[in-house]
C-alpha cells in the first residue's frame, strides 16, 4: 500500500469516528461541499480498484 492510500484510509476513517459526534458532524457538514465530496468519493474508488486487484 502507498503512503498516500495509507493516508486516504486514516482520513476516511476519521469521517467514521467524527460522525459519531454532534459537535464534530455539524462541523463535518459544513466541510462536505459537493467538490469535497465528489473527491472524496473519486479516492474511494481508487482504493476500492487497488484492494480488489491484490485479491
Request: charged share 35%.
Amino acid at each position: 500500500m502507498t503512503d498516500e492510500y495509507s493516508d486516504w484510509l486514516d482520513e476516511i476513517t476519521s469521517f467514521n469516528l467524527n460522525a459519531r459526534y454532534d459537535d464534530y458532524k455539524r462541523e463535518f457538514v459544513k466541510l462536505c461541499t459537493p467538490e469535497y465530496t465528489q473527491g472524496w468519493i473519486d479516492k474511494i474508488k481508487i482504493i476500492r480498484t487497488w484492494i480488489k486487484e491484490q485479491l
